[in-house]
């Protein structure tokens, strides 16, 4: 989404690092995909900006696919729906067939180009642009309902809830803090709290590391 600004904090570099650790044999020289879930300002732009970035110190071409990119309605548009129908918040809102469809071609087909929506914030609009899986190695999806991507190859959730998050959303001042907006969150946290048993690697409370056996 072109119009977020993220800006990696010590935690999240350090469980990046970890995440990366646990990950980098198990990915190999395989075109694989990660999703990095979890709930408002829980640090999912971060940590996947820091595991590109480590990614990319040996070799392995990353980019980051944006569950915000993958919303029906742009940005205010689609705040403006929840405000008149709370009914509508939840994975109604998201294209996640198109998202994981995105996923199962750079997999599978990466001499196809793939046409995504890209998100312009500021102002409220969905264009598009074109990516070429060929040049690619590596998939890191995230978002808050990314866990639900079955044809992603490692899951990483992030345990934290949106009333642990409140500081942070306040920080990046993106979106309004108010009653309602605070029920979205809660609506939000219904669902995604039954995803943690999905995911591989779990990011606690306090930024620590923990790897699931299935």
Same mark, same amino acid.
């Given at each position: ?12 570099? #350090? ?21 990095? #879930?979890?709930?408002?300002? #829980? ?30 309605? %742009? ?41 995504? %929506? ?15 899986? #060929? ?80």
């Amino acid at each position: 989404m072109i119009g977020d600004i993220v800006f990696p904090e010590p935690h999240h570099t #350090a469980a990046a690092e970890v995440v990366f650790g646990l990950l980098e044999t198990r990915v190999g020289q395989k075109r694989r995909a990660i999703t990095i #879930a979890g709930e408002s300002g #829980a640090g999912k732009s971060e940590i996947a900006l820091e595991l590109a970035r480590l990614f990319a110190g040996v070799g392995k071409r990353s980019i980051i696919l944006q569950q915000d990119d993958y919303f029906f309605l %742009p940005p205010r548009t689609n705040e403006e729906n929840r405000r008149k129908s709370i009914k509508s918040v939840g994975l109604a809102e998201v294209n996640l067939v198109l998202m994981n469809e995105h996923i199962r071609r750079f997999k599978f087909s990466p001499n196809e180009k793939i046409e995504k %929506p890209l998100v312009i914030f500021e102002e409220n609009r969905i264009t598009r642009e074109t990516l070429s899986p #060929a040049d690619i190695d590596l998939f890191i999806a995230e978002g808050t309902y990314t866990t639900l991507l079955n044809h992603a190859d490692y899951h990483v959730f992030i345990d934290r809830t949106y009333e642990d998050t409140r500081a942070h959303r306040t920080g990046r001042g993106r979106d309004p803090l108010d009653e309602i907006s605070e029920r979205f969150l809660e609506i939000e946290h219904s669902i995604i709290s039954k995803h943690r048993s999905l995911a591989e690697i779990i990011v606690n409370k306090d930024y620590s590391v923990t790897w699931v056996e299935k």
